[in-house]
């Protein structure tokens, strides 16, 4: 906490309009204090997806799980599979949903893949 209002005044939404691209906001958010990591910062950003134009973060690793096990992705982890997830959501949408919902169930899928050990 005490870096966010050093650096930013305690404005998260500062911190967004100074990062430079979306890796560049994953670093900020990460520099903020200890125990804020990888997980932690896609968690964030995914929901603030639409919001914040910088928040772009890569799936978590159950997410691609979940996405890989389904035949959404063809491999994991690489670089495009935000963008493939993105394509395949623009091709199969839910009315009255967003993207965001669906990379929050293939979260919860990604979850019961391990649980279950598949």
């Not at 958010?29 to 910062?41: A, Q, R």
């Amino acid at each position: 906490m005490g870096n966010l209002i050093a650096n930013y005044g305690g404005n998260l939404s500062l911190l967004h309009d100074q990062a430079s691209s979306s890796s560049d906001l994953e670093k900020r958010l990460k520099e903020l204090g200890k125990g804020i990591g990888s997980v932690t910062v896609s968690i964030f950003l995914r929901e603030l997806r639409g919001l914040w134009e910088k928040a772009d973060a890569q799936p978590t690793p159950l997410v691609m799980l979940a996405a890989k096990n389904l035949g959404i992705i063809r491999k994991e982890p690489h670089e495009k599979a935000l963008k493939e997830l993105k394509s395949f959501w623009r091709k199969n949408k839910v009315a009255g949903k967003a993207f965001v919902n669906f990379e929050t169930a293939l979260l919860r899928l990604g979850k019961d893949f391990r649980r279950k050990g598949r």
